[in-house]
C-alpha cells in the first residue's frame, strides 16, 4: 500500500526536494495549501512543474534509470555478505529465516551513505528512489536465493564422497559410483545451466497472477510496505534508528564471535562455548546445551513463536525421550556408533525423513486443492481483462491503482522474448547436465522442463495465497520419480538428486521472482526493471554463491559429524534418494513401523492445525520444524527458543518497539555472526589454531587431572 504522505503534507512551507528531489543544487517551495494541480516555483520564482509533473518525472524514473551502478555495487556487496550467511545456517541446522527486511534495510543504509560521501565530495548524486531500493532488495533476495536452492547443504552436498562414506558401503543402495565430489568447475556449469529457466517460466503469467487474480503474497507486500515507508521523512527517521540497533548488535555479535574462537581449541576436541555443558554434562551428552550462538538466537528472533516451540517440542521428543529410550530397547546391535545406519543413526534419519516428506506431501496437495478451488472461482467469476483505468471486479479503480496498472502494463516482458530465451536455455541445458551427471539422461533434462511451467505455476500461484514456498517439496518429488525412473544400476542416486536440483532450483526462482513483481508493483518500480534486478542478481548468485561454499569447503570440515558445520541435509537427501532407487531396506528394528507412524502424525498433525479456528490453531506445533532436531540435536532449539522468549517479553513490555527493533536486532545477530565466517576461515587456511582450549569434566575427573598436571 502506498504511503499518502508521498502525495500530500501537513506543512504550508516545504523541502519538496526531500520528498520529489530535482536534479541540481535548487530547492524548490510552495506558499499554501499543496495539491496536485499547483504550480511549484524555486527561489527564483520561477514556475517549475506541478506535484503532478514532479512526480511522475522523478518519483516515477524510467525503467533505466531506475538500474543504476551503485544500486549494483551495493547489491553486489550484500548478495555475497548474504550468501556466506546463508551458507552457514544451511551447513550447520538447515533452518534459513527470510532476510529480505534485512536486505531491504542494509540497501537503503548503504545508498544513503553513498550519497553522504558524495555530497561530502562536492558531487552531484542520483536522488534515491523507492524504485532503486527495490532494485537492490531484488537484486539481493535473488543472489542468496541461489545459495538456498543451489543445493550446496542438500542435494549437491549428497553427491559428496564424505555423505557416501558417512552411509557407509554396506548399505544396500549406496554405491561409491554413485559419487561426485565438489568442484568450481562443474558446480559453476550446473548452476548457471539451470538458475535462469525459472525466471523466464513464469514472467508471461505475472499479468494473471498481479493483476486478473490479484494474488497478495504477503511476503512481497510486506516487503514493498516497508520500502515505501523508508522513503518518507517518518519512515526515513525509523529506518536510521532501525540501522544503529542492527550496526550496534551486528558488532556485539561478531566480537563475540571473536571470543568464544579463542576457546575452541584445534578444532578435533571438544573445546569451547559450542560444548558449554549448560544443562549438566549429561544433557551435553544428548546435545542439550545452550551453545551462546548468536545466529541462533536472531533466528529465534526472526521465526514466529510456533515454529521456534515446534523446534523445541521434537528436541525433547527425539533427545529427551525417544533415543535414551530406544539406546536401551535392545533393538540395534550397540557396536554400530557414530553414523552407521545400523544403529541408533538410522533411527534419527528416517524418522527425520518421514515426518519431512509426511508435512510436504500434506501441504503439497493442501496448496493444489485450494490453487485449484480459486482458480475455478476466478474462472466461474468471468472476469473482465485487465485495463489500467477498470477494476476487474467493480469496475471502480482508485487513483493509485490506476497508476501502478499503468506502471504494470507500461513494462511487460514481451512474451514471445520470455518463451524464445526459456526454448534456448533448456537445449543448452538438455546438452549440458547429461555431461555433468551421466546418469541424468537427455530425456530426463527434458522431461523436466516440459513439467516445469506447470509446476512453476503451482508454486507461484500457492505462494501468492498462502506465503508458503513448497520448492524444496517439488524437488523431492523430482528426486524420487526420477531415482526410482534411473534405477539402481543406472545410477538412480546420482540422477535423483540432480533432478531435485534442476527442479528445486526452477520451482523456487519463479515464486521469488513473482513475490518481487508484487513488491515492484506497490512500489510502482517497472517489471521490467524487476526482471533486469533478477537477472542481474542471479548472475551475481551463480558467481558468488559456488565461491563463497568454497571458502567454507576448504576452511572447514564439512559433514563432520562432530564438526560445526555437520551438513545434516546432505545424508537426508541422499537417503532419500536411495530410498527412491532401493526402498527401505537394512534398517534397525522397528524403524520402519516408527517411520510410519511419525510419517501418519505429521498428516494428522496438519490436518488439525487446519480444521481449528484460527485462534486455537495457532498453538499447534509444525511437522516440519519438529524433524529438524531429531537428527542434529536440540543445542540450536535451545538458542532459538531463548530468541523467542526474548521477543515475547519485548512485546509485552513494548509492542510498537519491539515491532521496529526486533528484525533489526535479529538481523544484527546473524549478520555479525556470518561476518565472522569469514575471518575464521581465513585463519583456518592460514592453519591458525585457536590459543586455548575450554573443556568441562565432572568434579572427580577434574581433581585427578588437576593432580597429575597440577
Not at 573 to 600: D, K, T
Request: aromatic share 14%; hydrophobic share 45%; glycine share 10%.
Amino acid at each position: 500500500m502506498e504511503s499518502s504522505s508521498e502525495e500530500h503534507q501537513p506543512k504550508h512551507t516545504r523541502d519538496v526536494q526531500q520528498q520529489f528531489p530535482a536534479e541540481g543544487d535548487e530547492t524548490f517551495e510552495k506558499e499554501g495549501q499543496w495539491d496536485g494541480s499547483d504550480v511549484l516555483v524555486n527561489g527564483n520564482g520561477k514556475e517549475c512543474f506541478s506535484v503532478e509533473e514532479l512526480f511522475e518525472k522523478v518519483a516515477i524514473p524510467r525503467w533505466q534509470d531506475q538500474i543504476t551502478l551503485r544500486a549494483l555495487v551495493v547489491s553486489a556487496i550484500l548478495g555475497g555478505f548474504f550468501c556466506i550467511i546463508t551458507h552457514k545456517l544451511s551447513l550447520t541446522v538447515g533452518i534459513i529465516p527470510s532476510l529480505n527486511v534485512s536486505a531491504g534495510l542494509l540497501g537503503f543504509f548503504m545508498i544513503k551513505f553513498w550519497n553522504g560521501v558524495f555530497t561530502r565530495l562536492n558531487f552531484w548524486s542520483r536522488p534515491f528512489t523507492r524504485q532503486e531500493n527495490t532494485v537492490v532488495q531484488t537484486c539481493v533476495v535473488a543472489c542468496y536465493g541461489i545459495a538456498f536452492s543451489g543445493g550446496f547443504g542438500t542435494y549437491l552436498l549428497g553427491l559428496d564422497d564424505n555423505t557416501y562414506k558417512k552411509i557407509g558401503a554396506s548399505f544396500p543402495g549406496n554405491r561409491a559410483v554413485d559419487v561426485k565430489t565438489p568442484a568450481l568447475g562443474w558446480i559453476f556449469a550446473f548452476i548457471f545451466t539451470v538458475s535462469f529457466l525459472g525466471i523466464l517460466v513464469i514472467v508471461p503469467l505475472s499479468k494473471i497472477m498481479i493483476l486478473k487474480y490479484r494474488l497478495t503474497y504477503p511476503s512481497g507486500t510486506a516487503t514493498a510496505i516497508l520500502i515505501n515507508s523508508f522513503h518518507t521523512p517518518e519512515g526515513a527517521k525509523t529506518a536510521k534508528k532501525q540501522v544503529k540497533c542492527l550496526a550496534k548488535t551486528m558488532g556485539l555479535s561478531f566480537f563475540f564471535s571473536f571470543f568464544k574462537w579463542f576457546y575452541s581449541g584445534d578444532g578435533e576436541s571438544a573445546c569451547g562455548f559450542d560444548n558449554f555443558p549448560t544443562l549438566g554434562l549429561k544433557a551435553l551428552n544428548n546435545k542439550f546445551l545452550f551453545d551462546f550462538n548468536l545466529t541462533y538466537v536472531g533466528a529465534g528472533m526472526i521465526c514466529p513463536h510456533i515454529v521456534n516451540v515446534s523446534v523445541l517440542l521434537g528436541a525433547i521428543i527425539s533427545w529427551g525421550i525417544m533415543w535414551p529410550l530406544i539406546s536401551t530397547a535392545g533393538w540395534y546391535d550397540k557396536s554400530f556408533k557414530g553414523s552407521n545406519f545400523r544403529g541408533l543413526y538410522g533411527y534419527k534419519v528416517f524418522v527425520a525423513i518421514a515426518l519431512i516428506l509426511g508435512d510436504g506431501l500434506y501441504n503439497f496437495i493442501k496448496v493444489v486443492v485450494v490453487s485449484v478451488w480459486f482458480m475455478y472461482k476466478h474462472y466461474k467469476t468471468d472476469l473482465l481483462p485487465i485495463t489500467a483505468g477498470a477494476d476487474s471486479r467493480d469496475g471502480v479503480l482508485t487513483t493509485d491503482e490506476k497508476k501502478r496498472n499503468e506502471t504494470f502494463l507500461k513494462g511487460r516482458i514481451p512474451f514471445w522474448l520470455a518463451s524464445s530465451c526459456y526454448i534456448g536455455l533448456a537445449a543448452i541445458s538438455t546438452g549440458v547436465i547429461p555431461q555433468i551427471f551421466p546418469p541424468m539422461r537427455w530425456y530426463f533434462v527434458m522431461t523436466c522442463y516440459i513439467l516445469a511451467p506447470v509446476l512453476a505455476f503451482c508454486n507461484a500461484y500457492g505462494t501468492g495465497l498462502t506465503d508458503w514456498s513448497l520448492s524444496s517439496t517439488y524437488g523431492k518429488i523430482g528426486l524420487f520419480v526420477f531415482a526410482a525412473w534411473a534405477g539402481a544400476g543406472n545410477g538412480g542416486v546420482v540422477a535423483g538428486l540432480a533432478a531435485c536440483g534442476v527442479m528445486m532450483t526452477i520451482v523456487s526462482t519463479a515464486s521469488d521472482l513473482m513475490q518481487d513483481f508484487k513488491t515492484g508493483y506497490l512500489t510502482r518500480s517497472s517489471p521490467r526493471s524487476m526482471f533486469v534486478a533478477q537477472i542481474v542478481g542471479t548472475f551475481l548468485g551463480c558467481v558468488l554463491a559456488p565461491l563463497t561454499f568454497w571458502m567454507f569447503w576448504k576452511a572447514f570440515p564439512i559433514g563432520d559429524e562432530n564438526g560445526q558445520y555437520k551438513a545434516p541435509y546432505a545424508v537426508i537427501y541422499r537417503q532419500m534418494a536411495i530410498i527412491g532407487v532401493q526402498g527401505f531396506s537394512a534398517l534397525p528394528a522397528h524403524c520402519l513401523e516408527l517411520c510410519y507412524a511419525f510419517f501418519a502424525m505429521a498428516v494428522v498433525v496438519n490436518g488439525i492445525r487446519d480444521l481449528l479456528p484460527k485462534k486455537y490453531s495457532k498453538y499447534i506445533p509444525i511437522p516440519m520444524a519438529m524433524a529438524i532436531p531429531f537428527y542434529i540435536g536440540a543445542y540450536f532449539a535451545i538458542d532459538m527458543f531463548i530468541g523467542t522468549v526474548i521477543v515475547f517479553i519485548w512485546q509485552q513490555l513494548n509492542r510498537k518497539k519491539s515491532e521496529i527493533y526486533v528484525p533489526a536486532f535479529a538481523s544484527g545477530l546473524i549478520c555479525g555472526d556470518g561476518l565472522w565466517a569469514v575471518p575464521s576461515a581465513i585463519l583456518a587456511l592460514a592453519k591458525v589454531d585457536p590459543p586455548l582450549c575450554m573443556m568441562f569434566y565432572p568434579s572427580s575427573v577434574a581433581a585427578t587431572i588437576s593432580s597429575k598436571f597440577g
